[in-house]
């Protein structure tokens, strides 16, 4: 039906499913395709928003070029929502906007979890969803409000969390995947007295990718170093990615079956890393039910409460699976699953998870592609979901309005000067982000700084700051004035 959206100050025509219901902010539209008329032309902006923690999000111009994933369909699969993106036209997920040269935006945002799609051209803001079981919320006024006030519409329907992870310590931005219990031990020892709260161990403990146990390099097994890093004063952290199977896991080798499928009827591949494809596990079976129940028990029962679990789109995928259901609600399913095995005191970061279906579960969520002791990401020019600082702080600050759904993590800010390219400027600009988006985590090993970066790193880490959004990217933190703008 056609439909006149009134705002104050803005008349939008607009085709819609059915009759649209005014809020105190905006407007609630029933699920179905929306397509809004908007009058900025090509001059507009258009916000586009990435389907998980990795994918692109940012601000451009609707006459200039699309933001996303370009010529590279292995990334694609493993960043952003392949089966939805469209290269050559704005297109993002679940929420989106266009802002007109006079600074008002317009938006609209999913409220369910239908694989929602936003998009935009000089005339028109459209939004349809894989699943049409999703209202709209529709709004127009000053940017902040309008994403502060979907925001709000999406938590009143999926939750909040309110658990806080306080400060982390990761291993994986110094050590990468070359981590053994002798070595964490040493790593947690040095790092005792720091204003840490969480020592998180990343990727590298277990034998192989789908395969929660203790590997080569952890004779002791994990309770042992859980052990360990508490004895220093840290709660334990550890990095899993439990719905994806490396091709020679023992879940993939020996119960095929219980993997997500293609149309051959065969594991359907859902990502790449590591060198190689891998797989996603079939959470509507019963048995990786069961598989995931033995897993969470396992981790937690070894001392572990605080998980990053990671590549959990591919929780989220399509394909073939014991019961048909809407990718989206599958996931949601899926991670419900894990917060009732875990209980509520164990905190859950996401990384690589589809960010609207997170929501009310995760207690904090990746906002960005890794970042990595270098600005700019020379292997994959032009890449927006390549590993490199500038790719993370951009997508980082283009999603501070997420805090109102889940603690946002900025991924990692460095204090070292050695083994590191990224210049006192840069690493500054990390250090704001994180503290602009209230999330404080550090990879340096205290054996890889100065003295000087020491107490610089014991200082950020232990401190607090007030944060009041000014812009786009320029914010007061506490009373200095953060511009980030000449970083995105
Ligand atoms: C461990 C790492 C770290 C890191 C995570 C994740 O887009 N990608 O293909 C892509 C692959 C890996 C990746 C990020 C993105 O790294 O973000 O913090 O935990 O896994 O293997």
Same mark, same amino acid.
């Given at each position: 039906?056609?439909?006149?959206?009134?705002? $104050?100050?803005?008349?939008?025509?607009?085709?819609?499913?059915?009759?649209?219901?005014?809020?105190?902010?905006?407007?609630?539209?029933?699920?179905?395709?929306?397509?809004?008329?908007?009058?900025?032309?090509?001059?507009?902006?258009?916000?586009?928003?990435?389907?998980?923690?990795? %994918?692109?999000?940012?601000?451009?111009?609707?006459?200039?070029?699309?933001?996303?994933?370009?010529?590279?369909?292995?990334?694609?699969?493993?960043?952003?929502?392949?089966?939805?993106?469209?290269?050559?036209?704005? %297109?993002?997920?679940?929420?989106?906007?266009?802002?007109?040269?006079?600074?008002?935006?317009?938006?609209?945002?999913?409220?369910?979890?239908?694989?929602?799609?936003?998009?935009?051209?000089?005339?028109?803001?459209?939004?349809?969803?894989?699943?049409?079981?999703?209202?709209?919320?529709?709004?127009?006024?000053?940017?902040?409000?309008?994403?502060?006030?979907?925001?709000?519409?999406?938590?009143?329907?999926?939750?909040?969390?309110?658990?806080?992870?306080?400060?982390?310590?990761?291993?994986?931005?110094?050590?990468?995947?070359?981590?053994?219990?002798?070595?964490?031990?040493?790593?947690?020892?040095?790092?005792?007295?720091?204003?840490?709260?969480?020592?998180?161990?990343?990727?590298?403990?277990?034998?192989?990718?789908? $395969?929660?146990?203790?590997?080569?390099?952890?004779? %002791?097994?994990?309770?042992?170093?859980?052990?360990?890093?508490?004895?220093?004063?840290?709660?334990?952290?550890?990095?899993?990615?439990?719905?994806?199977?490396?091709?020679?896991?023992?879940?993939?080798?020996?119960?095929?079956?219980?993997?997500?499928?293609?149309?051959?009827?065969?594991?359907?591949?859902?990502?790449?890393?590591?060198?190689?494809?891998?797989? %996603?596990?079939?959470?509507?079976?019963?048995?990786?039910?069961?598989?995931?129940?033995?897993?969470?028990?396992?981790?937690?029962?070894?001392?572990?409460?605080?998980?990053?679990?990671?590549?959990?789109?591919?929780?989220?995928?399509?394909?073939?699976?014991?019961?048909?259901?809407?990718?989206?609600?599958?996931?949601?399913?899926?991670?419900?699953?894990?917060?009732?095995?875990?209980?509520?005191?164990?905190?859950?970061?996401?990384?690589?998870?589809?960010?609207?279906?997170?929501?009310?579960?995760?207690?904090?969520?990746?906002?960005?592609?890794?970042?990595?002791?270098?600005?700019?990401?020379?292997?994959?020019?032009?890449?927006?979901?390549?590993?490199?600082?500038?790719?993370?702080?951009?997508?980082?600050?283009?999603?501070?309005?997420?805090?109102?759904?889940?603690?946002?993590?900025?991924?990692?800010?460095?204090?070292?000067?050695?083994?590191?390219?990224?210049?006192?400027?840069?690493?500054?600009?990390?250090?704001?982000?994180?503290?602009?988006?209230?999330?404080?985590?550090?990879? $340096?090993?205290?054996?890889?700084?100065?003295?000087?970066?020491?107490?610089?790193?014991?200082?950020?880490?232990?401190?607090?700051?007030?944060?009041?959004?000014?812009?786009?990217?320029?914010?007061?933190?506490?009373?200095?004035?953060?511009?980030?703008?000449?970083?995105?």
């Amino acid at each position: 039906m056609q439909f006149t959206f009134e705002f $104050d100050g803005l008349r939008v025509p607009a085709n819609v499913s059915g009759a649209p219901r005014r809020t105190a902010d905006g407007w609630i539209v029933p699920a179905g395709p929306v397509a809004l008329l908007h009058p900025f032309g090509a001059a507009a902006e258009f916000y586009r928003h990435g389907w998980n923690s990795w %994918s692109p999000s940012g601000w451009t111009r609707v006459d200039g070029d699309t933001i996303g994933i370009k010529d590279s369909p292995e990334r694609l699969l493993t960043a952003d929502d392949a089966a939805n993106e469209t290269p050559h036209a704005h %297109s993002g997920s679940a929420v989106g906007a266009v802002t007109g040269p006079d600074g008002g935006t317009l938006l609209v945002g999913a409220l369910g979890l239908g694989t929602p799609r936003v998009g935009a051209d000089g005339n028109v803001l459209w939004a349809r969803s894989e699943h049409d079981d999703a209202e709209w919320f529709v709004a127009y006024g000053a940017e902040q409000d309008v994403f502060a006030a979907y925001a709000d519409r999406v938590t009143e329907r999926l939750g909040r969390r309110s658990a806080r992870a306080g400060t982390v310590w990761s291993s994986w931005y110094s050590y990468y995947e070359d981590i053994t219990e002798d070595r964490i031990a040493r790593a947690a020892a040095d790092l005792e007295g720091y204003p840490v709260d969480v020592f998180q161990m990343d990727d590298g403990w277990e034998p192989v990718v789908g $395969d929660w146990t203790a590997g080569p390099d952890f004779p %002791s097994g994990m309770a042992a170093t859980a052990r360990t890093v508490a004895r220093h004063g840290f709660r334990p952290g550890i990095w899993l990615a439990p719905l994806i199977a490396l091709p020679g896991s023992t879940i993939a080798t020996e119960r095929p079956d219980l993997l997500v499928a293609g149309d051959d009827g065969r594991p359907l591949v859902t990502g790449h890393n590591w060198g190689s494809h891998y797989h %996603s596990l079939d959470t509507t079976h019963p048995e990786v039910l069961d598989h995931l129940r033995g897993v969470f028990d396992r981790i937690t029962a070894d001392g572990y409460s605080y998980l990053k679990l990671d590549f959990m789109y591919a929780g989220a995928v399509g394909g073939h699976r014991h019961v048909d259901l809407p990718r989206e609600q599958v996931y949601r399913r899926a991670i419900e699953h894990v917060r009732t095995t875990v209980g509520d005191d164990v905190y859950l970061l996401g990384c690589g998870v589809p960010m609207i279906p997170s929501v009310g579960v995760f207690d904090g969520a990746r906002v960005g592609p890794d970042v990595a002791p270098f600005w700019d990401n020379a292997e994959r020019v032009g890449d927006p979901s390549g590993e490199g600082a500038r790719n993370a702080l951009v997508s980082s600050v283009n999603r501070v309005w997420m805090r109102r759904l889940y603690e946002v993590d900025p991924d990692s800010v460095y204090f070292r000067s050695g083994r590191n390219l990224l210049g006192p400027d840069e690493r500054g600009a990390l250090q704001d982000t994180a503290a602009v988006l209230g999330f404080r985590s550090t990879s $340096d090993p205290v054996d890889w700084l100065r003295p000087e970066e020491r107490a610089e790193a014991a200082d950020w880490l232990g401190g607090t700051a007030v944060v009041e959004q000014l812009g786009r990217y320029v914010f007061r933190v506490d009373d200095r004035v953060v511009d980030l703008t000449p970083y995105v």
